[in-house]
């Protein structure tokens, strides 16, 4: 609750495609494709399917994930979710 409280929809779904792609395991160099859809992602984070598709484009675009039959999530998705800057200061 304190994680939708303090955090963005777009950050909370940037941090699970972050864990779901096991990104700070030791297990292996690279991460792993996620398999999950939409609809799944938003009840997790707490969204809705269409807003879910709004940051998946969005971070298609910026090149934070890949998308070809499966989705790939890139070593820049975590260093847009460490730079996150308060809403504050923007």
Do not use: W
Not at 39 to 54: D, K, N, Y
């Amino acid at each position: 609750m304190a994680d939708q409280l303090f955090h963005s929809s777009e950050m909370r779904l940037a941090r699970a495609l972050l864990l779901l792609a096991n990104y700070g395991n030791d297990l292996g160099p690279e991460p792993m494709p996620v398999k999950v859809n939409h609809e799944t992602l938003a009840a997790l984070i707490g969204t809705t399917r269409p807003r879910v598709s709004v940051f998946m484009n969005k971070f298609r675009k910026l090149g934070l994930i890949k998308y070809n039959g499966r989705l790939e999530v890139q070593k820049a998705l975590l260093n847009f979710v460490l730079n996150e800057r308060p809403l504050i200061e923007r």
